[in-house]
């Protein structure tokens, strides 16, 4: 566990820098040169999870160099990739969807598709949690936030 753990925690710090390293280029308004800009928020997040990132790894480093002569198992075996792979196909696919139709209808069709992948059996409960989520998601965003959602191509 120590070994996955140092490498998430190493390509989480990338990715975070890599995302600062992009927000430099995010324009700030000439209308508001004093304002602190888009490039803030994923700049304090960035910063945040290279933080965490460093807690996860220097909490693990020791546990993966005392047993890095250890013979190791696998980091993903061919069951949990399997899993992962679908799992990435069904997100993918709803991205592919909400282009088209928008937002609710693919995040009911992800919801759905993630239940039952993950073998939820009762149909009332799959109903109700595949319709209900991208509802109270859409009212939090798009009616309190006022965050528009994609309303997809066929609906434009």
Not at 14 to 28: E, K, N, S
Not at 133 to 151: D, G
Request: glycine share 4%; aromatic share 8%.
């Amino acid at each position: 566990m120590a070994r996955i753990n140092v490498i998430v925690s190493t390509v989480f710090a990338l990715f975070a820098v890599a995302v600062i390293a992009a927000t430099r280029f995010i324009p700030i308004s000439p209308d508001m040169p004093l304002t602190k800009g888009s490039a803030t928020f994923p700049l304090i997040l960035s910063i945040l999870i290279i933080a965490l990132s460093g807690v996860l790894f220097l909490t693990n480093i020791g546990s993966y160099l005392s047993t890095r002569h250890e013979k190791q198992k696998p980091i993903l075996d061919p069951s949990q990739l399997k899993t992962v792979s679908i799992g990435f196909l069904i997100i993918l696919a709803c991205a592919v969807l909400m282009a088209l139709v928008g937002f609710i209808p693919s995040m009911i069709v992800l919801n759905g598709a993630f239940l039952l992948f993950f073998r939820v059996r009762k149909p009332l409960l799959i109903a109700a949690v595949s319709v209900a989520t991208p509802i109270v998601v859409f009212v939090v965003f798009q009616l309190v936030l006022r965050i528009p959602l994609p309303s997809g191509v066929l609906f434009n």
